[in-house]
Nanobody
Framework: QVQLVESGGGLVQAGGSLRLSCAAS????????MGWFRQAPGKEREFVAA????????YYADSVKGRFTISRDNAKNTVNLQMNSLKAEDTAAYYC?????????????????WGQGTQVTVSS
């Protein structure tokens, strides 16, 4: 059982930066791969980024590669998403998720636990 709580969302101008954080409660945080997904109104939830259990490997959607950075601190049970050069199309509710898988995945069905989401709005 893992509880996830996102924070850091808000309103930002296009070209600006924002950092999201996800705090996890649980005794086996380091055993989970972590991912970030987002969902805009009327659209399907889409993969953003993922990080392996140890933090040794990362994976990004093409739409955010070079702009977003995922990181984790297993000692603090947190995972972060640094978002730079934000665009209007990045506007969405962002969710962190935990997966007890054997490799990184961009598929939401591979994730077992989800946070409540935090809204990111980018104005142009």
């Amino acid at each position: 059982q893992v509880q996830l709580v996102e924070s850091g969302g808000g309103l930002v101008q296009a070209g600006g930066s924002l950092r999201l954080s996800c705090a996890a409660s649980g005794r086996t945080f380091s055993s989970y791969a972590m991912g970030w997904f987002r969902q805009a109104p009327g659209k399907e939830r889409e993969f953003v980024a993922a990080i392996w259990r140890s933090g040794s490997s990362t994976y990004y959607a093409d739409s955010v590669k070079g702009r977003f950075t995922i990181s984790r601190d297993n000692a603090k049970n947190t995972v972060n998403l640094q978002m730079n050069s934000l665009k209007a199309e990045d506007t969405a509710a962002y969710y962190c998720a935990a997966a007890r898988g054997y490799s990184l995945s961009a598929l939401d069905r591979e994730y077992d636990y989800w946070g409540q989401g935090t809204q990111v709005t980018v104005s142009s």
